[in-house]
Structures are given as structure tokens and as C-alpha cells.
């Protein structure tokens, strides 16, 4: 029984690996889409923010003021753009969105710093962009606060005082010490990238059966609904392993996203996962009759889940307690955070077991439910 078990799907198996290849085109597609997709999604979706264009408002125009808004464009974040001679043409300029932050300097500015008094600035931002309007703000005030700190330095020497900082510490970023976007993003993508393509070929694999009347011809043969469940996913998912080895390569030659953990765990989490949306894809070529409907059902299925539940984008503890429950069902949420711990951070197996597990469970689940609809399709 064993034996013919496996050759009803080695036999399913070569039937649909000739059907991939004579589509040479929807081959090349499957192999070499993810790649470009890699490219796009690595180059526009980043959100460093860099280059920060500054319009400067200086009523004081003495030698301090110079040096504090220098203080500013020597930073490596801001920029000088533009020179404003009052405030309200300034806003002017923010209001045409030319920049993305006022700095306004008030008159009597080195006056009040000569007599140890304090000093109101205005910083205006554009906060349209949540996002870029808050790490604007965040490096406006580490600006701010540098130059405070060097003017109690050169107060403190100026009187003769010891010069004693009580609390010194040292930042130290850890897996990513660059800040760069580009490395979350990247290892955020692959599990997109692969959810994708592998839900979408295989949901429209069953479908052509159908549409096709061969269908009806596995049914009468005695091949049973598990073992051409498996046989069609088995090229596919060889398909998926070779993207996800290119997808790998070229995301650590373009964006220099390397692998610092286990590529033994990395290749097992990925069969784990890979298998997981194929099972998905064939669930929805079972409950599908046309191809039109698979794709719409499996592209539904394959981004919006995989884009938005996942933690990919957006923070899943920042979601409402009742859609962090709705993300538990999604595979891709576990799959990237197994991917960003072994790529990212190099952890091992231990800190991620239970990730490991609900994916094994996920993937039997609904290649169980699968065959299930296929034998009801038969009875």
C-alpha cells in the first residue's frame, strides 16, 4: 500500500511538472517574479527619513544663532533649503509643501544665552506623514539637546568649574545598528513575495482541471484525493524553495541583507510556510470553478492577510485586542518572525519552537481540509 502510494504521486507529480513546463513563460514567472518584486518593494518602500529640507528663520543673526541652526544642517539629517525673513513667509513656504520644517530663531537670541536665560525656538513640521512629522520632531530635539549640552559645558569652563557629569551612558542598537529600513523590509517581503506567488500558481493548478474535463478522468482513476493533493504541491513548492534561494541572493548582493543565523532552520521554516500557502492555494482550487474566481480568491487571499495581519507593515500590538486574535490565523505572522529572528538577529531554535509548531499544525490543517473537499466533490 506504501509503495503505490508513492507512485500515485510520483505519477501526479510528473504530470504536473509537464504541464509547467510547456508554460515556459508562467515557469519564468513563478521563478523570477519574486525577484523583481524584491527590487521594487526593496528601493520604494523605505522609511528612512533622510535629507529633511529646513526653511531658516533668523531674526538674531548674530554668531550663536549661526551656530545653532549649523548645529542643525551639520547633523546629517536636515538640510537648508531655503531663508525666510519672517515667520509668516515661512509658513507660506510649508504651506506649499517646498519643505518639511520651520526653524525660528528669535531675536535676543545670543543676548539671552550671554545671561544664562532661557530660550524659546519655534520648530514648525509638516505632519501630514505621522510618521515623518514624529522623527522629525525626535531629531529636532537631539539636536537641541546636543547644543544644550555643549553651552553648559562652555558655562561651567568659563566659571572655573569642575567639569563633572554625574550620568554618562552609551547607546548601543543591536541587529540593526545602521537603522536602515531596508534589512525589516527586506526579510518582511520574502514572506510576501512567497505567500503570493505560491497561493496563486497553485489555486489556479485544480482549476484548469476543470475547466479542462481532465478532471474527470483523476476521478476515476484510483489516485485518491490525499495523494493528488500532495503531488500537486510538490513542483510547486520546489518552485517556491528555488525563488526563495534567489529572492535570498540578491536580497544580500543589492540591499546587504545577510542570513546571521541558521540557513538549516531558515530552510526549514521556509518548506514549512511554503507548504502552508500552497495548501491554502489548493483549498481555494478546490471551492473554485473558474480561473478568474481562483486568482481573485487567491490574490484576496495571498496579499491582504499577508500585507496587513502579519506585523509586516504595520505593529501588531498596536492593532485592537479583537485583530490581534484575526492574526493568529494568519501563517505569515509566525513565518516572519522566525525569518527576522534567524536573518536579523541569528537566534536559534529555542526562540522560536512554538512559531515552528503552528506552522507544521497550519499546514497539516488545510491540506487535510483540502483532501476532505476534494473526496466530497467525488461522493
Not at 242 to 270: H, N, P
Not at 274 to 280: N, Q, Y
Not at 330 to 341: E, H, N, Q, S
Amino acid at each position: 500500500m506504501i509503495k503505490i502510494f508513492f507512485q500515485h504521486i510520483f505519477t501526479i507529480f510528473k504530470k504536473e511538472l509537464r504541464q509547467i513546463k510547456r508554460d515556459n513563460r508562467n515557469l519564468a514567472l513563478l521563478i523570477f517574479f519574486p525577484t523583481v518584486l524584491l527590487f521594487l518593494w526593496g528601493y520604494t518602500m523605505n522609511f528612512d527619513v533622510k535629507d529633511i529640507s529646513v526653511v531658516l528663520v533668523d531674526d538674531d543673526l548674530s554668531a550663536d544663532s549661526r551656530m545653532f541652526s549649523q548645529s542643525f544642517f551639520t547633523s546629517g539629517y536636515f538640510v537648508h533649503k531655503f531663508t525666510a525673513k519672517s515667520n509668516k513667509e515661512a509658513q507660506e513656504i510649508l504651506d506649499n509643501g517646498k519643505v518639511k520644517m520651520v526653524l525660528y530663531i528669535p531675536k535676543y537670541f545670543s543676548a539671552k544665552i550671554l545671561a544664562n536665560e532661557n530660550i524659546d525656538i519655534q520648530i514648525l513640521v509638516d505632519g501630514v506623514d505621522a510618521n515623518t512629522g514624529t522623527t522629525i520632531v525626535g531629531f529636532a530635539q537631539a539636536v537641541t539637546q546636543q547644543y544644550n549640552q555643549k553651552l553648559n559645558l562652555k558655562t561651567l569652563s568659563k566659571f572655573g568649574k569642575d567639569l563633572v557629569i554625574p550620568i554618562n551612558y552609551e547607546s548601543r542598537i543591536w541587529y540593526n545598528p545602521e537603522l536602515k529600513s531596508e534589512k525589516f523590509l527586506v526579510s518582511g517581503i520574502i514572506g510576501f513575495i512567497i505567500a503570493m506567488t505560491c497561493v496563486i500558481s497553485t489555486a489556479l493548478s485544480i482549476v484548469k482541471e476543470k475547466e479542462s474535463n481532465t478532471i474527470e478522468q483523476i476521478d476515476v482513476s484510483p489516485i485518491k484525493s490525499t495523494e493528488l493533493i500532495i503531488g500537486k504541491l510538490i513542483p510547486y513548492a520546489i518552485i517556491g524553495i528555488i525563488a526563495t534561494v534567489i529572492v535570498l541572493f540578491f536580497a544580500y548582493s543589492a540591499f546587504g541583507v545577510e542570513v546571521k543565523g541558521s540557513y538549516t532552520l531558515l530552510f526549514v521554516a521556509t518548506i514549512l510556510f511554503t507548504i502552508a500557502c500552497l495548501g491554502i492555494g489548493l483549498f481555494i482550487s478546490a471551492i473554485s470553478n473558474t480561473q478568474q474566481s481562483a486568482f481573485q480568491l487567491a490574490a484576496l487571499m495571498a496579499t491582504l492577510p499577508t500585507f496587513i495581519l502579519s506585523g509586516f507593515m504595520f505593529p501588531i500590538k498596536s492593532m485592537p485586542f479583537w485583530l490581534q486574535l484575526i492574526t493568529n490565523i494568519t501563517p505569515a505572522k509566525f513565518y516572519l518572525r522566525i525569518v527576522r529572528g534567524i536573518m536579523l538577529k541569528g537566534t536559534g531554535f529555542t526562540a522560536f519552537w512554538d512559531q515552528f509548531l503552528y506552522l507544521l499544525l497550519f499546514s497539516i490543517i488545510v491540506i487535510g481540509i483540502s483532501s476532505y473537499k476534494f473526496s466530497r466533490r467525488k461522493i
